[in-house]
């Protein structure tokens, strides 16, 4: 396939902006360099938020597409009426209702509830047996309430329990590597809630009992592992925390009590939204109606993310728009390899291409096999921890915890190499384990 000149111009602004994520930490250094409030400091922070990083890159891609082809050809691209590469913005739309949704206090306090009653029925530490709990039963929510906001609800609660109460460096990166592989493994026991497994279930035919089948047990067994073993090697910084105050739940001034009916009425609203994921009119509609709820009941909540799920929206809707045209290198790429081979090579793609458009192109690709189709799919939710833009999930949970890595932030490095054993784990069940029903 002969690419066009379009196409390598989008794959090189993509190199160039997987390059930038990797390279946010020099950009906030130099923001030091200027004057506090200066322009100069104001674009450098700029370009050093991870978030930001796809959109901007998006937006010279845009640019640069309007000379070559025209403002309607760009337009038409947007829309997703472009002949080579038809794009969508409800995932990125998705991601940003049900992070906000997910992130507001009844949800979470429901959340925190249900996973304090599990952890009171193991005999060990109170925040041993809770850290364990957490990342554990946080993930395997996301087959249910999807990934975004499995991630959202976990992220949070550990930030309040664990990070802001002090935690060695390692220990920050090890916990951030095994919820990010976990969200990622995590989801696969339904066919609707996992990004990489939605873009391909309808296609393939893949349904729940096909999940619980092929992916089940297994996914379940590697997020045990995970949690259990980063919990193992941190014991001693865990039982430590029994003896820390936790920070006020809720923000000064604020009624604590969140009344059952709020829960309730929030947990429905997801539940609408969820059920609505594919269609943006509905789901956006329904969020606005939530809104509108948030604001009649203001004394129960707290201030909503808007502006962390914009940021988080921005960062996936950039991917889709440099994704689009990765067809062309992409395509051929898995069509050219065995199963072992593609399920070890979707784990290392995930790393600079969101799963979710990995196993979207690998659906194009006629005559896929049932072992290349596991294989791709099982290796791009293996890797959806591996970087911020692995999985579209990560950059909600890299939003919520990043101020607490400092004022440098989450490094890239760092997440990958917390991540690299949990992936390791993933992949050694995936691949090893047999299916439930041979």
């Given at each position: 396939?002969?690419?066009?000149?379009?196409?390598?111009?989008a794959?090189?602004l993509?190199?160039?902006a997987?390059?930038?994520?990797?390279?946010?930490?020099?950009?906030?250094h130099?923001?030091h360099k200027?004057?506090?409030?200066?322009?100069?400091?104001?674009v450098?922070?700029?370009?050093?938020?991870?978030?930001?990083?796809?959109?901007?890159?998006a937006?010279?891609?845009?640019?640069?597409f309007?000379?070559l082809?025209g403002?309607?050809q760009?337009?038409?691209y947007?829309?997703?009426?472009?002949?080579?590469?038809?794009?969508?913005?409800?995932e990125?739309a998705?991601?940003?209702?049900?992070?906000?949704?997910?992130?507001?206090r009844?949800?979470?306090?429901f959340a925190?509830t249900l996973?304090?009653?599990?952890?009171?029925?193991?005999?060990?530490?109170?925040?041993?047996?809770?850290?364990i709990?957490?990342?554990?039963?946080?993930p395997?929510?996301?087959?249910?309430?999807?990934?975004?906001?499995?991630?959202?609800v976990?992220?949070?609660?550990?930030?309040?329990?664990?990070?802001?109460?002090?935690?060695?460096?390692?220990?920050?990166?090890?916990?951030?590597?095994?919820?990010?592989?976990?969200?990622?493994?995590?989801?696969?026991?339904?066919?609707f809630?996992?990004?990489?497994?939605?873009m391909?279930?309808?296609?393939?035919g893949?349904?729940m009992?096909h999940?619980?089948?092929?992916?089940g047990?297994?996914s379940v067994?590697?997020?045990?592992?995970?949690?259990?073993?980063?919990?193992l090697?941190?014991?001693?910084?865990?039982?430590?925390?029994d003896?820390?105050p936790?920070?006020?739940?809720?923000?000064?001034?604020?009624?604590?009590?969140?009344?059952w009916?709020?829960v309730?009425?929030?947990?429905?609203?997801?539940?609408?939204?969820?059920l609505?994921?594919h269609?943006?009119?509905?789901?956006?509609?329904?969020?606005?109606?939530?809104?509108?709820?948030?604001?009649?009941?203001?004394e129960?909540?707290?201030?909503?993310?808007?502006?962390?799920?914009l940021l988080?929206?921005?960062?996936?809707?950039?991917?889709?728009?440099?994704?689009?045209?990765?067809?062309?290198?992409?395509?051929?790429?898995l069509?050219?390899?065995?199963?072992?081979?593609?399920?070890i090579?979707?784990?290392?793609?995930?790393?600079?291409?969101d799963?979710?458009?990995?196993?979207?192109?690998?659906s194009?690709?006629?005559?896929?096999?049932d072992?290349?189709?596991y294989s791709?799919v099982?290796?791009?939710?293996?890797?959806?921890?591996?970087?911020?833009i692995?999985?579209?999930?990560?950059?909600?949970?890299?939003?919520?915890?990043?101020?607490?890595?400092?004022?440098?932030?989450i490094?890239?490095?760092?997440?990958?190499?917390?991540?690299?054993i949990?992936?390791l784990?993933?992949?050694?069940?995936?691949?090893?384990?047999?299916?439930?029903?041979?």
């Amino acid at each position: 396939m002969q690419p066009s000149t379009v196409e390598i111009l989008a794959t090189v602004l993509f190199g160039l902006a997987i390059l930038h994520t990797f390279s946010v930490k020099r950009f906030e250094h130099l923001a030091h360099k200027y004057p506090e409030g200066s322009i100069g400091e104001n674009v450098f922070h700029l370009l050093g938020e991870v978030e930001a990083v796809f959109g901007l890159w998006a937006g010279i891609f845009l640019i640069a597409f309007t000379f070559l082809e025209g403002g309607d050809q760009a337009i038409a691209y947007l829309e997703g009426r472009h002949p080579e590469a038809v794009i969508h913005f409800t995932e990125p739309a998705f991601v940003f209702a049900i992070m906000v949704m997910a992130a507001t206090r009844p949800v979470i306090s429901f959340a925190s509830t249900l996973i304090g009653t599990v952890a009171n029925l193991l005999p060990i530490s109170r925040s041993l047996s809770f850290f364990i709990v957490a990342l554990v039963v946080g993930p395997l929510l996301g087959s249910f309430i999807t990934e975004p906001a499995a991630m959202t609800v976990t992220a949070l609660i550990l930030k309040k329990r664990y990070y802001d109460r002090g935690m060695s460096t390692r220990f920050m990166y090890a916990t951030i590597g095994v919820l990010f592989v976990n969200i990622s493994i995590g989801g696969t026991l339904t066919h609707f809630a996992a990004p990489p497994v939605l873009m391909v279930a309808g296609k393939w035919g893949w349904d729940m009992a096909h999940m619980l089948e092929f992916f089940g047990y297994k996914s379940v067994l590697a997020v045990l592992i995970n949690t259990i073993g980063v919990a193992l090697l941190f014991r001693r910084e865990l039982t430590a925390f029994d003896e820390k105050p936790i920070a006020a739940p809720v923000e000064p001034g604020k009624e604590a009590i969140t009344p059952w009916w709020l829960v309730v009425i929030h947990l429905a609203f997801m539940g609408f939204v969820v059920l609505t994921a594919h269609h943006i009119v509905v789901f956006m509609g329904i969020f606005l109606f939530f809104l509108g709820v948030t604001t009649v009941t203001n004394e129960y909540q707290d201030q909503l993310k808007l502006k962390e799920g914009l940021l988080v929206g921005f960062f996936l809707g950039g991917l889709v728009v440099l994704g689009g045209f990765q067809k062309w290198w992409l395509q051929p790429l898995l069509a050219s390899l065995d199963s072992l081979a593609l399920f070890i090579g979707a784990t290392g793609l995930t790393a600079v291409t969101d799963n979710a458009a990995l196993t979207y192109l690998g659906s194009l690709v006629e005559g896929l096999s049932d072992d290349s189709k596991y294989s791709l799919v099982a290796g791009a939710v293996a890797g959806g921890g591996l970087t911020v833009i692995a999985n579209a999930p990560n950059p909600a949970g890299y939003g919520i915890l990043r101020g607490s890595f400092g004022s440098e932030g989450i490094s890239p490095l760092g997440l990958l190499a917390g991540a690299i054993i949990p992936t390791l784990v993933a992949m050694a069940c995936l691949w090893f384990l047999p299916n439930l029903v041979p």
